[in-house]
């Protein structure tokens, strides 16, 4: 119902990107901007041993269920299935806040370099406005046809104010002069190829400016580092057996969704760290 038309898909193959795209009402942001704030001060009573930041960084559907119902939302889930086809896993669900005067950057990067799923073209992130997200918020910007490059070398950084877990800059040249704003209005949604290099700089505004990255793959794309690996089905079927299903939760942070959610993490974090000349946390 929602499907995007043929130029659309076209211009996503061509560009690597489409932005921006309309998703969430005025009020569905102001009920998930909420459930954002309750689940973020949830966390904060319950301590978690300080690590309550790692069930937004990765993994959030596992253990968040609004985070869960926004992979599931049908008007997404239709624009997804215009480019990926019927069957559609999340593979994983990140929160990327930058909060208030925050110097919180990203540096230039594929997402595909370390996830260990190969140079698949059956993967698209899906990243959700849940604020104003502008050039003086941080916002990302891509390099249009950039996915049309294999994955280039990368090298890490763990810079302070880098988001991504090891820091990691692609080690080439990036023609930042052709690179586009990827400016978004709360509700709103762009999705990126898993090749196309892309950034974002710091948040120079008074607000927090929230975003959620939602990594949808197809049940044909594989882990090809970690032993095995977890999706959720959101749509379609999945007979690949190339993935470990998993349920979504029906509370915040119940004890058992935490407990998987760990174990996705560590699993996961073999195919990240491959490489990497220092240990990677386990707590991002
Ligand atoms: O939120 C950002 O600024 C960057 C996010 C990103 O790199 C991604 O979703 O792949």
Redesign the pocket.
Known sequence: MYCLNQKQVDDYHRDGYLSPLGLLSGQEVLHYAEQYHAARDEADDKNFDHHGERYFRTNSHLVIPFVNEITRHPKLLDMVESILGPNLLVWSA?F?V?PARSEK??SW?Q?LTYWGLGEVDDEL?A?VALSDVNLAS???RFVPGSHKQSIQPHRDTFGENN??SRGQEIAVDVDEDAARLIELEPGQVSF?HGRMI???GPNTTSSP?I?L?IRYITPSVRQQVAKRDYAMIVRGLDESGNWIAIAPPSENFQPSCMKLHKRVRLEQLEALAQGAEETLSTER
Do not use: N, P, Q, Y
Request: proline share 0%; hydrophobic share 45%; charged share 20%.
């Open positions: 990140e990327f930058k950057i990203v990067h997402d992130t990243w941080g916002c990302m988001m991504l990126h892309h950034a974002s400016r975003g990255a």
